[in-house]
């Protein structure tokens, strides 16, 4: 499996998008994240 | 409607009850999932039936996507979407419930996309339960991160 098609991939991008998001002030963008991050987190769910 | 109940919590619940109960609940549900053990899930541990994809092209792929996709009927890996909703309730009012509802959907659907991705899904399927806890630790992290950018704590604390 080549690293970018790993399942772990989109959690640490859009864990990365967090951070980035440190430095500027867009609030509902955060909270967007936070929907993404925990929507993914349930990969594992059958 | 999570958005909606929180516009009234947080005009009915004082500033001080609400900071400790959201700081209390995060340390704990992050710390857990950043072991890779998360708590015990309030959850409906069943799986949705098969015989439900049978009910027409339409209605039966739709009512298993709504059911196992809003994790009604599934088995959670993970503390976070409760985070997410306690969060909304507590700190949160009805747009940014409306954007955790929407960035939840985003999450889910990324789910088969990254795995339709791959070369191989049955590959994808074994990675995924290999890091499966380092997946729980990364999704809490990056969490935290969108939290904290979101300046919602900040608020809390005046």
Not at chain 2, 33 to 47: D, F, I, K, T, Y
Not at chain 2, 82 to 89: C, D, I
Not at chain 2, 144 to 151: D, E, G, H, K, P
């Amino acid at each position: 499996m080549t690293p970018v098609a790993r399942p772990v991939v989109p959690a640490v991008v859009t864990g990365l998008a967090s951070v980035a998001l440190l430095l500027v002030d867009v609030a509902p963008l955060a909270w967007l994240l936070m929907g993404v991050t925990a929507g993914y987190a349930l990969s594992g769910s059958v | 409607m999570a958005g909606a109940v929180g516009g009234i919590v947080t005009a009915l619940v004082p500033s001080a009850v609400r900071v400790a109960a959201v700081v209390a609940v995060v340390v704990a549900v992050v710390a857990r999932e950043a072991s890779g053990r998360p708590w015990r899930r309030l959850q409906n541990r069943r799986l949705v039936p098969q015989d439900i994809v049978a009910r027409g092209q339409v209605e039966g792929p739709l009512q298993f996507g709504f059911e196992m996709g809003t994790g009604l009927r599934t088995f959670s890996p993970s503390a976070l979407p409760h985070l997410l909703l306690f969060l909304v309730v507590l700190a949160g009012g009805l747009a940014e419930g409306l954007a955790a509802g929407a960035g939840f959907a985003l999450g889910r659907a990324l789910v088969p996309l990254a795995r339709g991705a791959a070369a191989r899904r049955t590959d994808w399927d074994a990675e995924l339960q290999r890091t499966s806890a380092w997946l729980l630790r990364v999704s809490a992290l990056g969490f935290v991160a969108a939290l904290v950018a979101s300046r919602e704590l900040d608020a809390l604390l005046g």
